[in-house]
């Protein structure tokens, strides 16, 4: 270890990339707290975002062992090498091994932070990890401690790598960014913020919009927010289809960012997020912390941050009528949806805050530091008042 603050550096696909893993990245390595204790730096792997990301192809191949030349050299000169990992089949799962095997060759102590929704999502029906995937995910024992993003995570990436220290390490927002209140519009408004792709259940949510309708559900109003991002044409063409056909093509806004999705948030009554794949969404806490009431799946740590009838409504991945039971049950009683809105940001404020992460990672590295698993190490931090 370093004589003068502990040198960290975070490996992440950050801008012009979006997403969880961005976010997350960029949020620690900008947190104030941490960096009382810490140099916090950021080793940035993006590249410009394609469809044929995650595709094995040369080029993709040519960019991981590049991407783990790079952190070899990185993890020579730091105390932590925290690395923010995809761990889904394919690709994604031997990039994985590569970075595992340059980070600790490097020497540095070794944080492998899964956040990839197959490694999180708890369904190994539809996890797929094959035996060339097994093989290169057990180089995770090479890490001192491995994060996951939920608590079916822990369990999928103990089994995966036995013996291993794996951790639950909870996502988080800048609450400030969020302030709490409920739009009570007339007719009530239901967002949906995400890629535009079949996993995110946006088939789901036109059937279930248009099972409303045909039950009489009218006066409620759907917006869709998200690009293509990464999806195939025919799949995003196929879903614009089912919108179509749905009477809401006029739903679907297209992508927005930052202060957008804020002015979106505030101006919302409902978040929904029907996915059959998550990690933890931080769309989903965004959510919370704006005081909505959520419509989400049993899906990866979907279930840690929404009680079913308490911060919202939770129904199982693919069923379009379960989904549009609960939306119209958050939709037809307002007093209810207040309820859960409040709750929702209760919770946010209890667990999700950027403070409460800050004394996650702190400990977490102190203990990696130190060489021991200390019991003061625990997944909820209370933060005094």
Not at 19 to 34: K, N, S, V, W
Request: net charge neutral; charged share 20%.
């Amino acid at each position: 270890m370093s004589e003068q603050r502990p040198r960290v550096v975070v490996v992440a696909e950050a801008a012009p990339m979006r997403g969880g893993i961005a976010t997350f990245a960029e949020t620690i390595t900008a947190d104030p707290l941490l960096a009382r204790d810490y140099d916090v730096e950021l080793l940035n792997t993006a590249r410009v975002a394609t469809r044929e990301g995650g595709r094995f192809n040369l080029d993709n191949v040519r960019y991981a062992l590049a991407d783990a030349w790079r952190v070899f050299k990185a993890a020579r000169q730091a105390d932590i090498v925290h690395l923010q990992l995809v761990a889904d089949p394919g690709l994604p799962a031997l990039r994985a091994a590569a970075l595992n095997l340059a980070a600790s060759a490097g020497r540095a102590k070794l944080i492998a932070h899964v956040h990839s929704a197959v490694g999180n999502a708890g369904r190994p029906e539809i996890a797929g990890y094959g035996r060339v995937d097994r093989m290169a995910l057990r180089t995770l024992r090479r890490a001192r401690l491995v994060c996951t993003v939920s608590t079916v995570g822990t369990a999928t990436m103990q089994a995966l790598a036995p013996r291993t220290w794996v951790e639950t390490v909870d996502n988080a927002v800048n609450l400030d960014d969020f302030p709490a209140g409920t739009a009570d519009t007339e007719p009530p408004t239901v967002l949906f913020v995400g890629v535009i792709c079949q996993r995110k259940g946006l088939f789901e949510l036109a059937r279930a919009a248009r099972l409303l309708h045909e039950r009489g559900i009218h006066d409620w109003n759907l917006v869709v927010v998200g690009g293509q991002g990464p999806t195939p044409q025919a799949e995003y063409d196929q879903i614009v289809a089912e919108f179509d056909a749905a009477g809401l093509r006029a739903a679907m806004v297209g992508p927005e960012y930052g202060d957008q999705i804020k002015a979106r948030l505030a101006s919302a009554d409902i978040f929904v997020l029907p996915s059959f794949l998550e990690g933890q969404p931080i769309a989903i806490i965004e959510a919370m912390a704006s005081g909505l009431a959520v419509v989400g799946t049993s899906i990866g740590a979907v279930p840690d941050l929404i009680r079913d009838g308490v911060e919202g409504r939770v129904v199982e991945p693919g069923d379009a009528p379960a989904l549009a039971d609960a939306l119209a049950q958050v939709i037809g009683d307002q007093d209810a949806r207040r309820q859960m809105g409040h709750a929702a940001r209760e919770r946010a404020e209890r667990s999700h805050g950027l403070e409460q992460l800050s004394a996650r990672l702190n400990s977490l590295y102190r203990a990696v530091l130190s060489g021991r698993r200390s019991a003061a190490v625990e997944r909820s931090v209370t933060v005094p008042q």
